[in-house]
């Protein structure tokens, strides 16, 4: 049972525009989700994190939008920047919880020049 | 801030050893240490979660007498790999929690069972 689902493996952006990157979820219990950004062979950098009680949360050119009602959250990039090119991964946790996050499969972000 | 350090960042072994890894934050205190596995093009597995001192909490499917987990100190868990196969090949990485819901994660081990 996947609870935290990428349905996009991969999204090509140009240089300059707007990535968005979308994320769902199937278990209403979470309440903090987080963003990850993954080069092959490395472990993943955190980049961005909102919690239940928030739809947006703005961190430089990153912002994670979130839509409980529909179990739904996204990462804005802007501008996109070469560098930016990576494998992106959310995630989900409960708080009170274990804490322990679900990741869901990841969407492969190429920025093309 | 909030580095995790991982050793080796690849190890090759012969089948039927066992491989141990560390886990180390280096600049702050970690409660909950947590160990993932990736296999190639697929997402991050959490294998178990550890806390200083006590026993770690592994997930179903995972072989707690194959996969043997220390969490020592604040900044410091260890997971062995223990009469490694083939099919222990994979990227171990491993996180750290130090009281925020964020987990910072190490750059990984290649391991490779031969």
């Known amino acids: 049972d996947q609870q935290v689902k990428q349905n996009s493996p991969s999204l090509s952006v140009q240089e300059g525009r707007i990535s968005i990157l979308n994320c769902d979820y199937t278990n209403s219990m979470f309440d903090y989700f987080l963003w990850y950004k993954k080069y092959p062979a490395e472990g993943p950098t955190f980049l961005i994190s909102i919690s239940s009680i928030k739809d947006k949360n703005e961190d430089g050119r990153f912002t994670v939008f979130l839509n409980k009602s529909a179990k739904h959250l996204s990462l804005h990039i802007v501008p996109s920047q070469p560098g930016d090119s990576a494998v992106y991964f959310c995630a989900a946790g409960i708080i009170q919880g274990a804490q322990k996050l679900v990741f869901g499969q990841g969407t492969r972000l190429t920025i093309n020049p | 801030g909030a580095v995790v350090s991982q050793h080796p960042s690849w190890v090759i072994c012969k089948s039927g050893t066992s491989v141990k890894i560390e886990c180390r934050s280096l600049?702050?205190?970690?409660?909950?240490m947590f160990w993932y596995r990736q296999f190639p093009k697929q997402s991050l597995m959490l294998m178990a979660t550890s806390n200083e001192g006590s026993k770690a909490t592994y997930e179903q499917g995972v072989e707690k007498d194959k996969f043997l987990i220390n969490h020592a100190s604040l900044t410091l868990s260890t997971l062995t790999v223990t009469s490694a196969h083939p099919e222990d090949s994979s990227f171990y990485i491993c996180?750290?929690?130090?009281?925020?819901?964020?987990?910072?994660f190490g750059p990984g081990t290649r391991l490779t069972v031969t």
């Open positions: 600049d702050f205190q970690a409660t909950t």
């Open positions: 996180s750290a929690r130090s009281g925020t819901w964020e987990q910072y």
